[in-house]
Nanobody
Framework: QVQLVESGGGLVQPGGSLRLSCTSS????????MGWYRQAPGQQRELVAE???????NYADSVEGRFTISTDRAKNTVYLQMNSLKPEDTAGYFC??????????????WGQGTQVTVSS
């Protein structure tokens, strides 16, 4: 009943920027948190940035000062603005949502991922 749809990935030059979007739809009452994770081949999925329903944010040390997470609650959308991109940022990026459903249940959902490639 809940789906996360991501967009905004692509190929960029080092030092360039991308903006990722993730829109949630379905039987949603509210959000405990939303976040972005990334995973390179052969590596574990790691947290990049997250934002709680109260508005507090957390960032991985490797992206602090370069990436910004934000939300538009009216659109059930979370964004990740990525600036000063580096080759080591290359990975699949996945949206995560910790959701309170209309019936009151708390369930975590994942998007299918969008590829970000930083290369000259």
């Amino acid at each position: 009943q809940v789906q996360l749809v991501e967009s905004g990935g692509g190929l960029v030059q080092p030092g360039g920027s991308l903006r990722l979007s993730c829109t949630s739809s379905g039987s949603i009452s509210g959000f405990y948190a939303m976040g972005w994770y990334r995973q390179a081949p052969g590596q574990q999925r790691e947290l990049v940035a997250e934002i709680t329903g109260a508005g507090s944010t957390n960032y991985a040390d490797s992206v602090e000062g370069r990436f910004t997470i934000s939300t538009d609650r009216a659109k059930n959308t979370v964004y990740l603005q990525m600036n000063s991109l580096k080759p080591e940022d290359t990975a699949g990026y996945f949206c995560n949502a910790d959701i309170k459903r209309l019936g009151g249940m708390r369930i975590t959902y994942w998007g299918q991922g969008t590829q970000v490639t930083v290369s000259s």
